[in-house]
């Protein structure tokens, strides 16, 4: 609506008075878009991260844990039973 000024008529007038600044973020070189949830594959991200594992191990089980259904809940499972749940998260916001 920002961009193409169709419908702004519709919008209560405190919406309307966001216009100006989202077309400032929008026109702005100091904004980047955020990646939309097509953009960020997480599963990708949890290979990434058992691969850089150095403990053969720890990679392995790690590996073993986002095969197949459950990966999710497997993985999580993993990152706590070996005490590096806040590392994982560390490594997500960062990829992030």
Do not use: C, T
């Amino acid at each position: 609506m920002a961009e193409d000024d169709i419908g702004l008529e519709a919008l209560p007038e405190w919406q309307r008075s966001d216009i100006p600044v989202i077309r400032e973020i929008l026109e702005s070189e100091d904004w980047i878009p955020l990646p939309s949830s097509d953009e960020i594959n997480e599963w990708s991200l949890m290979e990434a991260y058992s691969l850089s594992m150095e403990s053969l191990e720890l990679r392995d089980d790690l590996l073993r844990s986002i095969q197949g259904k459950g990966a999710f809940r497997h993985f999580k499972d993993s990152i706590r039973r070996h005490g590096i749940e806040e590392k994982w998260y560390e490594y997500r916001r960062a990829a992030f």
